[in-house]
């Protein structure tokens, strides 16, 4: 019978690193690299039979790389330059036109030509939605389960993940019901009130706001003045 060989065939620890820096530098094509070539591995490592540990090595090192693509797809979300967000940047752009100056039309525009798309990056969509609930699971809770996982000798299972962030997104769904159910029961002093000390705080900080917050905030004005004539004429 051949010995089995104890040698990794994912470096892990250098492999992490290479991944954390890719995401620090918002690389995805490396992070797609890294996973391609560990989900080879893996695929390789389970048709010569060499062992569990050795798979789990390759399905980890895939399962790092989707998780860093998803963190970076999220700070590009955060920065205007992916998803929704560009979706918003456009609305903007049409909604402010003939009101933005034209310093401000043209920070969105260039904010507009920085984004990016699924195409863009060379992944389906489904994978984009995947590989971001994979990076939405707390670190210290994606550890531990990747190391309760090694621990019992079973092979890494990407379902299993996915399921625990399933789990997060009904704890959220049921405290945001939680809340908006809170927030139904307060009375119209209370709502007053909270308009009331936001609305200060962004009166004292309006000269601050980037222009396409601007825009954002002429827009509720329009919205909020549309209502309050609404509910005025009701009564």
């Known amino acids: 019978m051949t010995k089995k060989s104890t040698t990794a065939i994912v470096p892990v620890e250098p492999t992490k690193q290479a991944i954390a820096t890719a995401v620090e530098a918002g690389d995805v094509?490396?992070?797609?690299?890294?996973?391609?070539?560990?989900?080879?591995?893996?695929?390789?490592?389970?048709?010569?039979?060499v062992g569990i540990d050795k798979e789990n090595q390759a399905a980890e090192i895939v399962l790092r790389s989707e998780r860093g693509i998803?963190?970076?797809?999220?700070?590009?979300?955060?920065?205007?330059?992916?998803?929704?967000?560009v979706s918003g940047v456009t609305g903007r752009l049409k909604a402010g036109e003939g009101e933005l100056s034209a310093s401000g039309a043209a920070s969105l525009?260039?904010?507009l030509a920085a984004s990016v798309s699924t195409e863009d990056l060379g992944i389906t969509k489904q994978d984009s939605?995947?590989?971001?609930?994979?990076?939405?699971?707390?670190?210290?809770?994606?550890?531990?389960r990747l190391a309760m996982v090694k621990s019992t000798?079973?092979?890494?299972?990407?379902?299993?993940?996915?399921?625990?962030?399933?789990?997060?997104?009904?704890?959220?769904?049921?405290?945001?019901?939680?809340?908006?159910?809170?927030?139904a029961?307060?009375?119209?002093?209370?709502?007053?009130?909270?308009?009331?000390?936001?609305?200060?705080?962004?009166?004292?900080?309006?000269?601050?706001?980037?222009?396409?917050?601007?825009?954002?905030?002429?827009?509720?004005?329009?919205?909020?003045a549309s209502a309050y004539t609404a509910a005025k004429q009701a009564r």
């Open 153 to 183: 000798g079973e092979r890494i299972a990407k379902v299993d993940f996915y399921r625990l962030v399933r789990g997060q997104e009904k704890v959220q769904k049921t405290a945001m019901k939680g809340l908006q159910e809170e927030l």
């Open 185 to 224: 029961a307060e009375d119209e002093t209370s709502v007053l009130e909270a308009f009331r000390s936001a609305s200060l705080v962004l009166i004292a900080d309006m000269d601050q706001l980037p222009t396409d917050e601007l825009v954002e905030v002429a827009g509720l004005i329009q919205q909020l």
């Open 109 to 111: 525009e260039a904010r």
């Open 129 to 144: 939605s995947l590989f971001q609930r994979l990076a939405n699971i707390p670190d210290a809770e994606f550890e531990e």
């Open 29 to 49: 094509d490396t992070l797609k690299h890294v996973r391609a070539m560990a989900s080879g591995l893996q695929k390789a490592a389970k048709a010569r039979g």
């Open 70 to 85: 998803g963190t970076v797809l999220i700070d590009l979300s955060a920065q205007g330059l992916f998803g929704k967000a």
